[in-house]
């Protein structure tokens, strides 16, 4: 279950994933690192208030591959000094692994919103690539290219 907490008076925006299924762990990311890659991606899905169907089904996959616990409690990581400190927590090689995970996420409901590319700049401002390097990656993952 995934929920968006809008009903807290602070204006954070809490979500909570409780996995299904069986947890099969690949790879050797440690807790702390796949639990902040969840919460970027959180922070891309959660950017416009709202949690498709899709996007929660992706970031219940990606946790899922991660190995995290069934009762992951996630904070959605949406300001861009807070997306820039946890990225610059990743090594280089992760931070391009998760801006693929980023566009992924925020193609999950078939669109994407201006609050998911100020995201999703910041990432690949760390990463050298300019604003048409990235509409060209999201229009290839909209197009499932």
Known sequence: MASANGGRDDGVL?????LDGLIHHVGDMEEPTSRRICSLIAGVIC????MSPDERSF???TADKF???????????????DVAAELGQLSEA???????LLIKAAAADGKIVEAE?????????MLGLSKG???ERLRRELAGE
Not at 14 to 18: E, G, H, K, Q, R
Not at 47 to 50: F, L, P, R, T, V
């Open 47 to 50: 950017s416009d208030e709202k």
């Open 117 to 125: 590319r100020e995201i999703l700049g910041v990432v690949t401002g």
């Open 67 to 81: 190995g995290l616990p069934r009762d992951i409690a996630l904070m959605p990581i949406t300001e861009k000094d």
């Open 14 to 18: 809490v979500v909570v994933v409780a």
């Open 94 to 100: 992760l931070r391009w692994e998760t801006l693929d």
């Open 59 to 61: 970031l219940l996959r």
């Open 133 to 135: 390097d990235l509409e």
